[in-house]
Structure formats: C-alpha cells, structure tokens
C-alpha cells in the first residue's frame, strides 16, 4: 500500500464549527487531491495541490480551503461546516501526470449535525 | 468538460457467473480511462487503466476492459466472479496534460452472492 493516511478517520461535528482533516503521504509524491464521496456521485473532487503552497480549485470547492506547508502534508479545512458537508472524504496522490494511478488514503468520514 | 456515466447503480450476481460493470464517457479530447475499486470501508484501488495501444486491457484479479472509441465505452469485464470480488467500481477519465485530476462515475455496487 502507498504511504498515505488520513486523520482522523471518524469524526462527528456540529453545523458552523470549523473542520480540519488532515492527508499525510511518505511517498513524496508532487499532486496531492481532496475528493469527497457520496452516493450517487461517485468521488468529486474539492481540490489539489501541484506542490508546496500551490493549490488550485476542483469541481466542488465552495466551503472548503486547503493549504500545504510541506511536501507530505495536505489539508483540508471547512471553515464553518453544514450538513451538506457530511460525507466521507478521501485523499489521494500522484506524481501528476494524466496517465498516472493516483493511490487513495483510507478516507475520513465525517457527520455534520 | 468530460463525463462519465455508469449504466448499473447495482449488478447483483452469482458467484462463478460472468459479469460486465459498463461504462460510457463523453469527451471532445482524447482521454486515458481507468477503473477502480473500492472493498467496503476502505480506500479505492486502481483495477487497470487504459493508455493507448491494445484496446483491451488486463488488470488484477482477473478483470478485463474493452476500450471502443466509436462507442465511447470502457465496459469492465470478469468471467467468473467470486464473493471476494463484492465491492464498488468507479469507472474515471482523466485528460492529456491536465494535472492528472479524474472524473470519476457514479459507481457500481456488484454483490456477488453464493
């Protein structure tokens, strides 16, 4: 299995709390991704990062912010969460090619209230 | 923009049957296809990808996908199932030179029973 985890792994929270969950990768791999998973929708993803401070926006980012201070570490931060947020949320990493496998953390699956 | 369609929210069959997981993309570039698996409360796992060259491909655990770009299609296929073998499939696309990022379907959910 790659390197990556996810912490933490349940998580049960209230509407308008902040959020983090936090990706860490020992492959040292450049792309790191946030997708969430919900029925219906297959995984869609929140966003991703080409390396160190550079992130970029994905297909369902409204609510979310990321950072990425050091190569291994990826965050994902809701800054005020809502029920529509409850889902599980999975990272992934490549080397970022369009070709490539990206590998899939373990997921996180989080409960709004 | 790409897309992906899975045709089967949910495939129920038995165990040693053959089975088919179908998958239809719309795209106006050239995409590479991938399918992925996901055993119940874990991650997903790539099953094989397509690239170019030999339009079917051969992945783990005895999974097959035909590549048909007339009909814009990435069927996955397996001969004979096993109870092991219960779990989702998402099939995904991803574009030449755009980071890598997938879009995935929607999933199917194949319960394979005894």
């Known amino acids: 299995d790659a390197g990556i985890t996810q912490s933490p792994r349940h998580k049960v929270t209230e509407t308008g709390t902040p959020v983090t969950l936090r990706c860490h990768q020992t492959?040292?791999?450049?792309?790191m991704y946030w997708y969430r998973q919900d029925p219906g929708h297959g995984l869609r993803l929140i966003h991703y990062?080409?390396?160190?401070?550079?992130?970029d926006k994905g297909e369902v980012s409204d609510g979310y912010s990321v950072s990425r201070s050091k190569t291994e570490d990826f965050l994902l931060t809701l800054e005020s969460a809502t029920s529509s947020q409850t889902s599980v949320y999975f990272c992934?990493?490549?080397?970022?090619?369009?070709?490539?496998?990206?590998?899939f953390g373990p997921g996180t699956r989080l409960t709004v209230l | 923009a790409q897309s992906v369609t899975q045709l089967d929210s949910q495939v129920p069959v038995f165990e040693e049957a053959p089975v088919e997981l179908r998958c239809n993309y719309s795209?106006?570039?050239?995409?590479?296809l991938f399918w992925y698996v996901q055993y119940p409360n874990q991650g997903l796992q790539l099953l094989l990808k397509?690239?170019?060259?030999?339009?079917l491909v051969k992945g783990i655990n005895g999974f097959e996908a035909e590549f048909n770009k007339s009909q814009t299609s990435f069927h996955l296929r397996k001969p004979s199932v096993h109870i092991s073998d219960t779990a989702e499939y998402f099939c995904a696309v991803s574009k030449a030179g755009n980071t890598g990022k997938l879009i995935f379907g929607q999933g199917t959910t194949l319960q394979v029973k005894p």
């Open positions: 492959e040292n791999h450049r792309y």
């Open positions: 990062s080409y390396g160190v401070k550079d992130t």
């Open positions: 992934a990493i490549s080397s970022g090619t369009s070709t490539d496998t990206q590998y």
């Open positions: 795209s106006s570039v050239s995409v590479y």
């Open positions: 397509y690239l170019s060259g030999s339009t």
